[in-house]
């Protein structure tokens, strides 16, 4: 049950704004650890949401989301989406599952959500099992053999597609773009968590005897990769790859729109440590893939230093056609 002062304060913010705790303490005339008290209640329901972190955390009034009718989608298909969709507002707001799929149905006017759903579902499925290796990834092989005239690694896999027609990101897609430009570390370990089982079993499939982590492009606060390695915690030989900086600028791989400029940048940028040559079976993960020219350029490095060695890559999100720009992270 709402109290006087809830409803007072809810009305507040709804009439002012986003207020910082301090501001509805003044305008109400009562005590900071009383309006802290409110808005933990108030949060509980949704009827407010936090933005920002300390010492700047302001609430804002949140506006009830009137989504479609969901009785006419089958069961299956709500448990699909719930599994398996996550959109990123505007606003920054994560909506996961069903809630997120009728937030952007109806922000993009669709009208049929029956067949809508039921589309998603599909167009997901097929584009996960076309490609589907049985080690829970997608053998996306292909793409470099359609991409490049040579290519180096022997085997290219990713945890899911980083976008689908029509729809747009995928939940991996969405974590990943959280994890890396939003320098979100909760999305980098639902990654860790997501991909660790399929990682593993690649590994013993392959018999791999090194891993390697594709460098940063540029430098950032949380390096996603970084963060994904501690997580993931894995049991093997760490090959180091150096990334070097011309004249001490950095230029990232998603910023550059034309392939022979990516493998320009990889050549040049990139370079293993010469200790590679002890083994035979090496992965290399990597967060996204858009060219792929990262990841067949490390191959290529690592296989001059030890030319029986076979280099796997493992990407956790990856773009669907044979080359494509994501340059969004």
């Known amino acids: ?52 972190s300390p010492p700047k955390v ?67 499925q097929h584009f996960q099992n076309e490609y589907n290796n049985k080690l829970g990834s997608i053998d996306a092989t292909f793409k470099i053999h359609n991409t490049f005239k040579k290519s180096y690694l022997n085997k290219l896999f990713y945890y899911e597609f980083y976008s689908l027609p029509k729809f747009g ?18 999305a980098i370990k639902q990654l860790v968590e997501k991909s660790k089982d399929t990682i593993n079993k690649t590994i013993k499939h392959y018999r791999i005897d090194a891993v390697a982590f594709a460098p940063h492009s540029i430098p950032r606060k949380i390096q996603f990769l970084d963060v994904f390695k501690k997580k993931l915690g894995l049991n093997l030989p760490l090959l180091l790859l150096d990334k070097i900086f011309v004249e001490d600028f950095p230029v990232s791989q998603k910023s550059l729109s034309k392939l022979n400029d990516r493998i320009e940048n990889a050549e040049s940028t990139i370079f293993p440590n010469r200790k590679t040559s002890s083994f035979n079976n090496i992965l290399v993960i990597d967060d996204a893939v858009g060219s792929g020219a990262t990841l067949n350029i490390i191959a290529k490095k690592l296989k001059l230093l030890n030319p029986k060695a076979k280099v796997y890559g493992f990407a956790l999100t990856g773009s669907l056609k044979g080359f494509e720009v994501i340059n969004e992270i």
């Open 1 to 52: 049950m709402k109290t006087e002062t809830e409803s007072q304060l809810l009305d507040i913010i709804y009439k002012t704004g986003p207020l910082r705790p301090v501001d509805i303490a003044k305008s109400l005339d009562i005590s900071l650890q009383m309006v802290h008290r409110h808005l933990k209640k108030l949060l509980q329901q949704n009827k407010i949401k936090r933005l920002g």
């Open 58 to 124: 302001y609430y804002q009034y949140l506006k009830p989301i009137v989504l479609p009718d969901t009785t006419k989608l089958e069961p299956k298909v709500i448990t699909y989406i719930e599994e398996n969709y996550l959109i990123l507002t505007p606003s920054g707001e994560r909506l996961f599952g069903i809630k997120g799929f009728l937030w952007w149905s109806k922000k993009t006017n669709q009208l049929n959500l029956g067949k809508l759903a039921l589309e998603y579902m599909n167009a997901h």
């Open 169 to 186: 990101k995928t939940k991996s897609g969405q974590l990943v773009y959280l994890g890396k430009s939003g320098q979100n570390i909760s």
